[in-house]
């Protein structure tokens, strides 16, 4: 059985790889909630989505995301990660864990959880 959240984790690939926001912004539900700790948005559902992502991505000058561990159960998702890249330059290696909850419409929620001090952002 092919779990709910592959579509998310191929899209954020796409994503991460080509620059592209729309294959993974489609995948959001039109009222959806999305947050972590750096990148900030102002607008919810497929345009929020869609700014998220775009924002996301612009942060990094190459970013590559394995998921470790993969835990679904109901309307929930949690994706224990690894991310490593660059950034302004320098290389990064961060990990963390998303939640994803889902909806009749898509996902519904998105919350990726991560020490911020892995990105040195303050450097």
Known sequence: ME???QPFIDALK???TTGDV???ATLFADDADLSNPVVKHDAEGKAGAA???SHYRSSFDSISSEFRHIVEQGDVALLEWVSEG???GRTIRYGGVTVLEFGE???TAFRSYFD???LA???
């Open 116 to 118: 911020t001090a892995q």
């Open 121 to 123: 952002i303050n450097s």
């Open 86 to 88: 660059t950034m302004k």
């Open 22 to 24: 729309q294959p993974i």
């Open 105 to 107: 419409a898509g996902i």
């Open 51 to 53: 700014s998220f992502w």
């Open 14 to 16: 796409q994503l991460e």
């Open 3 to 5: 779990q709910r959240s």
